[in-house]
Nanobody, 120 residues
């Protein structure tokens, strides 16, 4: 199973983007999910998380501007990013805890990353 992340691009400050992340093949369930980002010369940092029960949590730097959600029917996880700032520029990675088959072990997977560039 691979995770396909998409939706990144170039946007002006104040604009919006919506990132998507979905497994490439069939799976049984998505459990916990999260988004991370890595800016040039910086360590990867956590951005947002959502539990299988729907509880969400956000880094202070994005709180009130970003929203993590999921579409159960499409097995897709999203990150809606509003009021983007130049400091949001980074490669964004999704991180999903998946159960590939019923009764199987939960495993963590990473997407390949999608570039978000916010111009001032």
């Amino acid at each position: 199973v691979q995770l396909q992340a998409s939706g990144g691009g170039l946007v002006q400050a104040g604009g919006s983007l919506k990132l998507s992340c979905a497994p490439s093949g069939s799976i049984f369930s998505i459990n916990n999910m999260a988004w991370y980002r890595q800016a040039p010369g910086r360590q990867r940092e956590w951005v947002a998380a959502r539990t299988s029960g729907g509880a969400t949590n956000y880094a202070d730097s994005v709180k009130g501007r970003f929203a993590i959600s999921r579409d159960n029917a499409m097995n897709t996880v999203y990150l809606q990013m509003n009021s983007l700032k130049p400091e949001d520029t980074a490669v964004y990675y999704c991180n999903l805890e998946l159960r590939v088959v019923s009764g199987g072990r939960k495993r963590e997977y990473w997407g390949q990353g999608t570039q978000v560039t916010v111009s001032s």
